[in-house]
């Protein structure tokens, strides 16, 4: 039985590292999170969205969010709670007030585990 706790903890921790390289919001490379320079925007010129990007973005994350739903509605109740409980990761770096987007971004993920509960319970 000590095998299977060393698994979950490890998990746990496996799953912690990965989350914490999100903390910034700059995302990971492939060898570990993104160097600050790689994330430092300042003295670039980024142009802005034209209405069409805009449109396709959207269109784009509805496509994203509906595969979210369908993958959800077939994963398992262990899945579906880490999928909750992932959004309670979604916090502000040590210092900082929570930024809204990021309050909207964590209740975003717990309404599509919600729809994504709701098909599975129509199949049923």
Same mark, same amino acid.
């Given at each position: 039985?000590?095998? !299977?706790?060393?698994?979950?903890? %490890?998990? @746990?921790?496996?799953?912690? @590292?990965?989350? %914490? @390289?999100?903390?910034? !919001?700059?995302?990971?490379?492939?060898?570990?999170?993104?160097?600050?320079?790689?994330?430092?925007?300042?003295?670039?010129?980024?142009?802005?969205?034209?209405?069409? !990007?805009?449109?396709?973005?959207?269109?784009?994350?509805?496509?994203?969010?509906?595969?979210?739903? %369908?993958?959800?509605?077939?994963?398992?109740?262990?899945?579906?709670?880490?999928?909750?409980?992932?959004?309670?990761?979604? %916090?502000?770096?040590?210092?900082?007030?929570?930024?809204?987007?990021?309050?909207?971004?964590?209740? @975003?993920?717990?309404?599509?585990?919600?729809?994504?509960?709701?098909?599975?319970?129509?199949?049923?």
């Amino acid at each position: 039985m000590p095998r !299977e706790n060393s698994d979950i903890s %490890s998990e @746990r921790d496996q799953r912690q @590292r990965a989350l %914490s @390289r999100w903390d910034d !919001e700059g995302g990971a490379g492939a060898d570990g999170p993104a160097s600050a320079s790689a994330l430092d925007t300042e003295g670039m010129e980024i142009p802005d969205l034209t209405n069409a !990007e805009l449109v396709t973005l959207r269109i784009r994350v509805i496509a994203l969010e509906n595969l979210m739903i %369908s993958v959800l509605a077939t994963a398992s109740d262990q899945q579906l709670k880490l999928a909750k409980e992932m959004a309670g990761y979604i %916090s502000p770096r040590l210092g900082f007030t929570q930024h809204p987007l990021t309050i909207h971004a964590a209740a @975003r993920m717990d309404d599509l585990v919600k729809r994504a509960i709701h098909f599975r319970d129509l199949e049923s």
